[in-house]
């Protein structure tokens, strides 16, 4: 198993813990991250993304980001793509904020797996 495919299982586990769903699909969208009340929050990954687990990881720890900063936070008439109102500055941060969120916890899944390693080891 490869460094990414580890990565994307540690993530798929994140996901889980999170009390999100994950799904895949075959579309143009790479990720996309939902919630709406009532039911349960989830990710949708492209299926091309099966290809590309570094990729895949990327995706799917920044909708994990979304889930984190942004659920029921976001002004939804600012961020679709297609609103009359959309705000390219505030749709632009929004993704910003999740992108630093995915690094930063790509950074944290392979800080703590060490430390698993290293006791393991000693
Ligand atoms: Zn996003």
């Known amino acids: 198993m490869s460094k990414e495919e580890i990565m994307f299982g540690l993530l798929k586990k994140v996901v889980r813990d999170s009390g ?28 091309s993304l099966k290809a590309d687990v570094e990729k895949a990881c990327e995706v799917l720890s920044h909708e994990v980001g979304h889930h984190y900063m942004h659920r029921g936070k976001i002004d939804m008439e600012k961020y679709l793509p297609d609103s009359p109102k959309r705000d390219e500055h505030y749709a632009e941060l929004i993704e910003a904020e999740a992108d630093a969120f995915g690094r930063g916890l790509i950074r944290g899944l392979i800080v703590a797996r060490n430390m698993f390693l290293e006791l393991e080891l000693s």
């Open 20 to 47: 999100v769903d994950l799904d895949w699909r075959d579309w143009d969208v790479t990720g996309l991250y939902w919630n709406s009340p009532g039911m349960c929050p989830f990710i949708t990954l492209a299926e």
